[in-house]
């Protein structure tokens, strides 16, 4: 056989396994990923935050429901949902089964884009340019509003462009939380709830779906300690040892997923910005998480598995 038509075949074989198995299996392989985030005062007890994000579930999807509702078990002092929950019009009572457990805990939300709007294809390429944020002048709404209402029947904190205090943990530790409105689709407005936290709270923590530097830049500049995001699916394909290939937003991709620090002068413009090493000291926590979802019309992922995260916050060092 011709060695070029054999080695073609051959990279086409492997392309096709690649395919299969980031499309079959490891957007299964749902993990829950632990961090220690050194955020509270000296002699606090540690409190336990569960972060979920993007599961943009369909109703079929009853391994991630299942996967989902065990998290419970883990016993957090409060869960942080950063948006794009479902990707289907009839998703809503799958949604509220796999939250379930955890509604009964305290916790507060942010929408993110694909809790506004139906899915649709979107040419991959375009995650490339700065036309990632570009969608169809006429999309579908999901039932947004169902949604909203079965978070805060719960009892959770829309912290859509709202701020909150709230007791956390055995100890009653409070917390300032801070959020806006989707930045992806332009929906946040920072401004209008921006400012010092009140001075009883131990920590403020902003919170938000698409992490784009001037809300993590207003956020960080108002005191916030940590910040917790999604959105950008750790890259969704990534490659092994490079990782992420884009952020869909204008953070860098060494920040695409898992925990780094931020602080204002960071970045250095568009999916650029200064590595954690060279954070001040003063530079706040960020979290981004790869999340646990796709859009259903790329569901596959590489290098990159589905997750949940258990954010431990302890006393600063």
Not at 117 to 143: C, E, G, I, Q, S
Not at 271 to 284: D, I, K, Q, T, V
Not at 302 to 311: G, K, M
């Amino acid at each position: 056989m011709n060695p070029i038509i054999s080695g073609l075949g051959g990279l086409a074989a492997v392309g096709a396994a690649g395919v299969a198995y980031a499309s079959l299996v490891e957007r299964n392989l749902f993990t829950l990923r632990r961090f220690d985030v050194p955020v509270l005062p000296a002699d606090a007890r540690p409190i336990r935050v569960l972060q979920l994000s993007d599961l943009h579930l369909v109703p079929r999807q009853q391994r991630k429901i299942e996967w989902v509702r065990g998290l419970d078990a883990l016993e957090p002092d409060l869960v942080v949902n950063t948006g794009d929950n479902f990707a289907a019009m009839d998703a809503t009572p799958s949604l509220v089964r796999a939250m379930e457990p955890l509604m009964e805990r305290p916790g507060v939300f942010v929408m993110g884009s694909n809790d506004y709007y139906a899915p649709h294809f979107k040419n991959p390429a375009v995650y490339l340019t700065d036309r990632y944020a570009k969608a169809p002048a006429v999309r579908p709404m999901l039932p947004t509003d169902e949604l909203r209402s079965a978070f805060t029947a719960s009892g959770w904190v829309d912290l859509d462009n709202a701020r909150t205090t709230m007791a956390v943990g055995a100890e009653g530790i409070p917390l300032d939380l801070v959020g806006v409105d989707d930045p992806h689709i332009e929906l946040d407005d920072y401004a209008s709830v921006s400012g010092p936290a009140p001075g009883d709270t131990a920590l403020t923590v902003g919170v938000l779906h698409a992490p784009y530097q001037r809300v993590l830049n207003a956020m960080v500049a108002d005191g916030a300690g940590l910040v917790i995001a999604g959105h950008t699916h750790g890259g969704q394909l990534a490659l092994p040892v490079i990782g992420a290939l884009v952020t869909n937003c204008d953070l860098d991709t060494s920040r695409a997923k898992g925990l780094s620090r931020w602080w204002p002068g960071a970045g250095l413009g568009e999916g650029r910005a200064l590595p954690s090493s060279a954070a001040p000291g003063h530079a706040a926590y960020l979290h981004v998480s790869a999340g646990l979802g796709t859009s259903p019309y790329a569901p596959v992922r590489f290098a990159c598995r589905p997750e949940a995260t258990l954010l431990t916050l302890t006393p600063r060092v």
